[in-house]
């Protein structure tokens, strides 16, 4: 374990915890309902949404980033800790951020069997009981969709992060080939839903949200646009699996 190494950094990362239920809002409401009974299968359910596309998407964030020994990154809205786990592989020390938690319950067992170095904290997005210029890379992974405000979280990430270092989006996209576009929309409204429910009613209903979530998503375009009003230099788009996911980043 590293835990040693980390230990004065870590001392310094929290700040004043803030009570995030403090600030309830209904967005934050539903999405920390959806997420609350889905953490069992999430894993397994993410593989086959992605065609097993998944682990090439943390991948392309890992190499962006440039992670390694040493580093310290902000993994926020964790989930069950993919995105925190795939970082700390490359012996980075990794904070997940999520505001469910049966989700960082989750992303704590994992950690009972594993050797890296993570912790997890419960806070939203839009509000980080973190200290500033702290982090050599901050991400969001498959969840800029369901924050409530965009401009707050990527601000909050921009914060937490070192100068000279990125703040990574990656999420899911609207494909933009016209050929593409109706089999893309046919698979997550109709067929992901329908597997959904072979798993349970209420996988149904996730993966509806998330067609609805993506349907009315912005592009990444616009997000990169984001990044830059508030200050992330050097911005970038890639798109990936047919157009269907996109990482976006920027440099603080
Ligand atoms: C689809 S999961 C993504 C998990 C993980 N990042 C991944 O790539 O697999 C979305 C996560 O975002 C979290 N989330 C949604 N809104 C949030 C917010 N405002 N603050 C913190 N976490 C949030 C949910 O609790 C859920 O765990």
Redesign the pocket.
Known sequence: MKTDSFAIARSQLTREPSDTAAEPDK??NY??RL?SEGPDE??FL?KILSLGR?NYW?RSMVQKAESRVSNMVL?????????TYSFAKTGAYVVG????RE?LKHALELREYRIFDVDFIL????NLPLQPDVFDAST????LR???SQVE?LSEMRRCTKKGKPVMS?DFARPRGHLFKPFYRFYIFRVLPTFGLVISKHWKVIFLYLANSIEKSRDPERIKETMESIGLNESSVKRMTHGTTALVSGIK
């Open positions: 967005k934050v999405v920390r997420f999430y894993d993410l998944d943390r993994d926020i809205a964790c989930g069950t800790g993919l995105v951020i999520d505001v469910t989700m806070a939203r997005a839009e969001i992974s498959l969840a369901n924050v409530s979280t990656l």
